[in-house]
Nanobody, 119 residues
């Protein structure tokens, strides 16, 4: 019912910035939460940020340390993740995810976009 496509990843030096985007293609489905996760090679997938689609509540994982900002553009079914003050530790594949109001877990996932931060 939902297809998620991420974009905006790339190679950046430490201290630089990137802006990721996730576009949702929705069919007979109401998004309740859209979120970002990331996973580095050999490491567990980590929560990054989430936004309540109907409201305006945002949530951030401790690891981003206030450096990332999540925003949404409902008219385009798009959520953005602004990555600032990037560090090599932020290197990972960043995934967009979405779930409905009644789901117990995120139901839909994108294919991910690679973020690589060099020192």
């Amino acid at each position: 019912q939902v297809q998620l496509v991420e974009s905006g990843g790339g190679l950046v030096q430490a201290g630089g910035s990137l802006r990721l985007a996730c576009v949702a293609s929705v069919r007979t489905f109401s998004i309740y939460v859209m979120a970002w996760f990331r996973q580095a090679p050999g490491k567990e997938r980590e929560f990054v940020a989430a936004v309540n689609w109907s409201g305006d509540s945002t949530y951030y994982g401790d690891s981003v340390k206030g450096r990332f900002t999540l925003s949404r553009e409902k008219s385009k079914n798009t959520v953005y993740l602004q990555l600032n003050s990037l560090e090599p530790e932020d290197t990972a594949i960043y995934y967009c995810a979405a779930r409905s109001r009644t789901a117990g877990a995120y139901e839909f996932w994108g294919q991910g976009t690679q973020v690589t931060v060099s020192s």
